[in-house]
T-cell receptor, first 114, second 110 residues
Framework: EAGVVQSPRYKIIEKKQPVAFWCNPI?????LYWYLQNLGQGPELLIR????????DSQLPKDRFSAERLKGVDSTLKIQPAELGDSAVYLC????????????FGPGTRLTVL | QKEVEQDPGPLSVPEGAIVSLNCTYS??????FMWYRQYSRKGPELLMY????GNKEDGRFTAQVDKSSKYISLFIRDSQPSDSATYLC??????????FGQGTRLTINP
């Protein structure tokens, strides 16, 4: 069974440019998460989707970050415009329907903003 | 003060040693406790999952939860160089929102 797929794996952009990350969750997983992981830190939740609905986006900086999950499968996270402080790893995870279901993580997208 | 505190290390031990990794937390509502392992340039992978207090063993790994002290531990027996990674504790109160520790970077020396 394929795991969580993310692309691109690495992205280098200049500040003020837009950037987008894509995630394909494990087949059948209705819950999808986007996390931010700064260097030397643990992941921090940005947004959680249940199917197409964003049920927890309280930590998403909405002035520059946006996300969507059309048709309840793939998801895209966008930053516009990017700032130097956005340099980090963006992780996508997915899980089943149960509240205690294991979250499976993708390899992440490493963003560098110059 | 962070909800979950974890010593970032780095921790370096010889092969075959017993490794002890720990986290403390402040939110008494946490019911689910996890340990994730993260290799360099990879995403975290679930290693151990424990509900409420008690011990859980899986091969060379043992997870302990002491809710009265708000303290969780992961023990690795007969450590191997392949165990070298960053270990992240994580916990939740069942709402699918994981709160992670900072991660401890562990190196097992052959």
């Amino acid at each position: 069974e394929a795991g969580v797929v993310q692309s691109p794996r690495y992205k280098i952009i200049e500040k003020k440019q837009p950037v987008a990350f894509w995630c394909n969750p494990i087949s059948g997983h209705n819950t999808l998460y986007w996390y931010l992981q700064n260097l030397g830190q643990g992941p921090e939740l940005l947004i959680r989707y249940e199917n197409e609905e964003a049920v927890d986006d309280s930590q998403l900086p909405k002035d520059r970050f946006s996300a969507e999950r059309l048709k309840g499968v793939d998801s895209t996270l966008k930053i516009q415009p990017a700032e130097l402080g956005d340099s980090a790893v963006y992780l996508c995870a997915s899980s089943g329907d149960g509240s205690t279901d294991t979250q499976y993580f993708g390899p992440g997208t490493r963003l560098t903003v110059l | 003060q962070k909800e979950v505190e974890q010593d970032p290390g780095p921790l370096s031990v010889p092969e075959g040693a017993i490794v002890s990794l720990n986290c403390t937390y402040s939110n008494s509502a946490f019911q689910y406790f996890m340990w994730y392992r993260q290799y360099s340039r990879k995403g975290p992978e679930l290693l151990m999952y424990t509900y409420s207090s008690g011990n859980k063993e899986d091969g060379r790994f043992t997870a302990q939860v002491d809710k009265s002290s708000k303290y969780i531990s992961l023990f690795i027996r007969d450590s191997q160089p392949s165990d070298s990674a960053t270990y992240l504790c994580a916990m939740s109160w069942g709402a699918q929102k994981l709160v992670f520790g900072q991660g401890t970077r562990l190196t097992i020396n052959p």
